[in-house]
């Protein structure tokens, strides 16, 4: 029998970088993600084979269930890490895999690896998923980071997401943005490391609780926005706030400063998504540029 598991993508629209000092953060499931097929197989090897969302086998290895040694891989890197992330699995849940059986492992993308919409996140969920154990413990003992994106995962809605001393706190909002139909999402042609954009932040010298507390401020007034002009003036702020905590001029100063409508950047800043504000030439104006792949806010959103 084939067990299925199913985690949602996610974009965080306010509190990045924040939001790990306890902000909160306006975070949404996106209509994009992975799913996890496990097929038993009579041998105690684990056949493991990761698929992009145009079909191609982007990953691809084989391993010994009793030690989760590597028999062979496609990627040493790729394979270190998901040994990484079992090993992990089973110290939380000790009997994880621990028959003679063995499996083969399918994971599926919707969503294009290089977007940054949560391969390892869904990933993380998934395997918890299956394994029976609390998501949050395992992103801690691999990857790291908020959490937000788990959140995101396992919502079917928008989310406030806050963590502070290490409690998370999850509110399901329905923000009613009558202007979403001028809201895309632009993918920038590059993928983020977000490690390396959370390192750089944690350098920075800025007065958290003041900055944490003006950025959850705007949070709540983004999902509150009743205009679009009130939604770019927030987005504009939270923009110039992160802009002077991290020393970095705006992906708008820096790639389109003659847009004329609001540029703001997701996650780590320079890379994967940015969301943008509609003006008449909007896609025009970001494919000309080289910036093909665009995606409608209800295309996105979940």
Not at 165 to 190: A, C, G, M, R
Not at 236 to 251: F, M
Not at 272 to 296: M, P, Q, W
Request: glycine share 6%.
């Amino acid at each position: 029998m084939t067990d299925y598991f199913y985690s949602n993508g996610k974009l965080l629209l306010s509190g990045e970088y924040a939001i790990l000092d306890g902000a909160e953060g306006w975070a949404i499931p996106t209509k994009f993600g992975q799913s996890l097929e496990i097929t038993p197989l009579p041998s105690g090897s684990l056949l493991w084979k990761s698929f992009d969302a145009d079909k191609s086998v982007w990953f691809h290895g084989s391993y010994d269930i009793a030690e989760f040694r590597q028999l062979s891989s496609s990627d040493a890197a790729i394979s270190k890490t998901l040994m990484h992330i079992l090993k992990q699995v089973r110290v939380l849940r000790p009997k994880f895999l621990n028959s003679s059986d063995g499996c083969v492992v399918e994971t599926k993308l919707t969503f294009s690896r290089n977007w940054g919409l949560g391969t390892s996140s869904t990933l993380i969920n998934n395997i918890a998923q299956w394994a029976k154990i609390d998501p949050y413990e395992l992103l801690k003992k691999t990857f790291g980071g908020s959490g937000y994106d788990i959140a995101c995962a396992q919502h079917q809605h928008p989310i406030i997401f806050k963590i502070k001393n290490s409690k998370v706190t999850i509110k399901e909002v329905n923000p009613v943005l009558s202007f979403s139909d001028q809201l895309y999402f632009v993918y920038l042609n590059q993928k983020k490391n977000s490690r390396e954009a959370i390192s750089t932040y944690r350098e920075q010298s800025i007065d958290k609780p003041k900055f944490t507390a003006k950025i959850s401020e705007i949070t709540n007034s983004l999902v509150a926005a009743n205009t679009l002009q009130e939604f770019e003036t927030l987005l504009n702020l939270h923009e110039e706030l992160l802009s002077n905590a991290l020393n970095v001029p705006t992906i708008k100063e820096q790639l389109f400063p003659d847009y004329k409508g609001c540029i703001k950047s997701l996650g780590g800043w320079g890379g994967d998504f940015v969301l943008v504000t509609a003006r008449e030439n909007t896609l025009d104006y970001f494919t000309r540029k080289g910036y093909t792949t665009i995606i409608s806010y209800s295309d996105m959103i979940l």
